[in-house]
């Protein structure tokens, strides 16, 4: 079974920046997506990032310009660099993956993911 184990979390000033990255052992054998999700405190987990093996890529309207996420399969790791940050980006981020390609209505729902990481927190100040 993918296990994934996220790293890089840290805490930085706004306008700052940190690279996260999600370590996966195993691997699936067909088409597979993983994605980025993050959760504050007393609000729902949301979809940050994704993207598969067929190198699509879809980002939440919050962080697109600013985040960029990249699957490096010689590594097994998923990445998400984090730039412009801004204090509302301050949550827990989670790695998560699941098999298939992405598709629009639910890259972005954790619901469809079954396979996740233990997250790290990332802390923006003003």
């Known amino acids: 079974q993918v296990q994934l184990v996220e790293s890089g979390g840290g805490s930085v000033q706004a306008g700052g920046s940190l690279r996260l990255s999600c370590a996966a052992s195993g691997s699936y054998h067909g088409r597979y997506s993983m994605g980025w999700f993050r959760q504050a405190p007393g609000k729902e987990r949301e979809g940050v990032a994704a993207?598969?093996?067929?190198?699509?890529?879809i980002y939440a309207d919050s962080v697109k310009g600013r985040f960029t996420i990249s699957l490096d399969n010689t590594k097994n790791t998923l990445y998400l660099q984090m730039n412009s940050l801004k204090p509302e980006d301050t949550a827990m981020y989670y790695c998560?993956?699941?098999?298939?390609?992405?598709?629009?209505?639910?890259?972005?729902?954790?619901?469809?993911?079954?396979?996740w990481g233990q997250g790290t927190q990332v802390t923006v100040s003003s």
């Open positions: 993207a598969d093996s067929d190198a699509r890529t």
């Open positions: 998560a993956a699941r098999g298939g390609v992405l598709w629009a209505a639910q890259a972005l729902g954790p619901g469809s993911y079954p396979v």
